[in-house]
């Protein structure tokens, strides 16, 4: 091969993989920082109340969202998400209990999820996929309880109104959604405790049916994962509900929501694949003449 052509499809393959790009769908962050203390923040639906408040434990200077009231139910929307075959959706957050969550029933779990709210300003027909984290098993300290992951037809309570489908979180086995699935769980050995915990729900769309995983801290093993021949094809709600809050209970603090969708390759990326295989081939062309003048 001529070598001023050879090293010419080495620059060439090496300007395409330095201007190759991937587009990374972040969809929704928030952080709290620019609300003022105390303040409900202002771009949610919540159902009961929530107020912004400073916890160091998630850094210095770190503003995040205290639920100091009852069924406590933050919502906000974003710009709707198609989610095409073989992509993820993923709803991400930091949460902390200001004391260990006691044993009650409606007052040991988290509930979120990510929904379809069709367009309207009904909570009736959202449909969506939530995961549950609760930390006592039937009422019981000590005893563990579940990760759940659970298809849902709605996102409201006929009596209650803007909820997460106002299941108990302490149950053995959780009773079935309103549409009568109830999809995966896994038990739970231990309280978070007060500390600062990272938890991801992950949602794929499959060719037919969609992949779900909820992650806590360990970003590697899911604690609990399935599989849903349900589909659905679009994501513009997210929703986190805090139970019942009292002044017996422990606040939970909510800080760095992050709703993602995973990386759309753009058409340079195709460029950028083309790049490093002509890299490749250049350089075994190069050594290939090295070789062949050595012998």
């Known amino acids: 091969m001529n070598p001023m052509k050879n090293s010419r499809i080495v620059r060439l393959a090496a300007g395409l993989l330095a201007g190759n790009t991937i587009a990374h769908?972040?969809?929704?962050t928030e952080t709290f920082d620019t609300y003022p203390l105390g303040a409900l923040p202002g771009s949610y639906t919540t159902e009961s109340s929530w107020e912004v408040y400073d916890d160091p434990s998630f850094g210095a200077g770190s503003q995040v969202a205290r639920g100091v009231g009852s069924q406590n139910n933050l919502m906000t929307s974003f710009t709707p998400k198609a989610l095409a075959v073989g992509l993820t959706i993923s709803l991400q957050f930091d949460y902390r209990y200001t004391g260990v969550p006691i044993a009650i029933p409606q007052g040991n779990f988290i509930r979120f999820g990510l929904y379809d709210s069709h367009g309207t300003a009904s909570y009736a027909d959202d449909t969506g996929f939530h995961a549950d984290i609760t930390h006592f098993d039937n009422s019981a300290p000590g005893t563990g309880g579940f990760y759940q992951l659970?298809?849902?037809?709605?996102?409201?309570?006929l009596f209650a109104g803007l909820l997460l489908d106002n299941q108990?979180?302490?149950?053995?086995?959780?009773?079935?959604?309103?549409?009568?699935s109830t999809l995966f769980i896994q038990p739970k050995s231990v309280s978070d405790g007060t500390t600062v915990h990272t938890a991801r729900l992950e949602i794929r769309r499959e060719v037919v049916g969609m992949t779900l995983a909820l992650y806590v801290d360990d970003f590697t093993t899911p604690k609990v994962s399935g599989f849903t021949g349900t589909t659905l094809t679009s994501f513009d709600t997210l929703l986190l509900e805090k139970p019942a809050e009292t002044a017996t209970l422990p606040a939970l603090h909510i800080d760095n929501l992050v709703v993602d969708a995973s990386p759309v390759p753009e058409p340079e990326a195709y460029a950028g694949a083309f790049a490093a295989g002509a890299l490749g081939y250049a350089l075994w062309r190069r050594r290939g003449s090295k070789l062949a003048g050595l012998s």
Do not use: Y
């Open 25 to 28: 769908a972040s969809l929704f």
């Open 150 to 157: 659970r298809q849902e037809s709605n996102s409201v309570d």
């Open 168 to 180: 108990p979180g302490v149950l053995t086995a959780p009773p079935p959604d309103s549409d009568g």
